[in-house]
């Protein structure tokens, strides 16, 4: 089983990025896909997570409204759309797969892609 990000790049504040999670899993539609984010210097934490439970997709406060995921479970891909971009959001991107629901633990995990955002 592996994840692996890609799309990120140096992009100017107010600009815009498309991140993709390839997963190489069986039954992919069963799993939960969440994105997180390390900066340098600071604790990763999650930006989204998306499932097909009730909850649907959630997002970390500070990218609501300007990041959107969706999902294509025919090429096993969750993309990560963010827009908006502001020099915090400079981090290295990883995308993590949790069997059935966001609550649960993530067994799988990408090794990340950077995204760099120039003010």
């Known amino acids: 089983v592996y994840l692996v990000e890609s799309g990120g790049g140096l992009v100017q504040s107010g600009g815009s990025l498309r991140l993709s999670c390839v997963a190489s899993i069986s039954h992919f539609d069963d799993y939960a896909i969440g994105w997180f984010r390390q900066a340098p210097g600071k604790e990763r934490e999650g930006v989204s997570c998306?499932?097909?439970?009730?909850?649907?997709?959630t997002y970390e406060d500070s990218v609501k409204g300007r990041f959107s995921v969706t999902r294509d479970n025919v090429k096993n891909t969750v993309y990560l759309q963010m827009n908006s971009l502001k020099p915090n959001d400079t981090a290295v991107y990883s995308c993590?797969?949790?069997?059935?629901?966001?609550?649960?633990?993530?067994?799988?995990w990408g090794q990340g892609t950077q995204v760099t955002v120039s003010s």
């Open positions: 998306t499932d097909d439970t009730d909850a649907g997709t």
């Open positions: 993590a797969a949790a069997y059935w629901s966001c609550g649960r633990s993530y067994d799988y």
